[in-house]
């Protein structure tokens, strides 16, 4: 059982896109950090990164890079991951991505295909971090 914080304390960068809706990028809250989604959004023009999915999963991971460094944190103190694609046929290509951000022992990790994602992404990817 989580630990009950009455706070939640978010977490952002002004090295990130424009938040596009009513959420924080990520919130500190009961000994974790959860960070919303993040697409490939160029933080310059607030517009999905052109190149496909291997751009776009590059970009997202510049940004969530950008966001666990505000928090204090690296891809190392992340526990779990989850990756969207609108394409599975994508999966090999945005795990080789993937694995260049992670060291042994690696997150745990869903990978799920969905039907579409904001801004026309090909690719997004949530985190759940140990604060």
Request: proline share 8%.
């Amino acid at each position: 059982m989580l630990p009950v914080h009455p706070v939640r304390d978010p977490v952002s960068s002004d090295k990130l896109p424009p938040v596009a809706g009513p959420f924080s990028p990520a919130i500190r809250h009961g000994g974790y950090l959860f960070f919303s989604g993040q697409v490939g959004q160029d933080p310059a023009t607030g517009t999905l990164v052109e190149g496909g999915v291997e751009a776009e999963a590059r970009q997202a991971f510049r940004n969530i890079a950008a966001l666990l460094e505000a928090a204090g944190k690296s891809f190392a103190d992340v526990v779990m991951a989850r990756l969207f694609l609108t394409r599975i046929a994508d999966f090999a290509a945005v795990n080789a991505i993937y694995a260049e951000q992670f060291d042994a022992p690696f997150p745990a990790r869903t990978t799920i295909g969905v039907a579409a994602l904001p801004l026309g992404a090909a690719f997004e990817i949530e985190l759940l971090v140990g604060a």
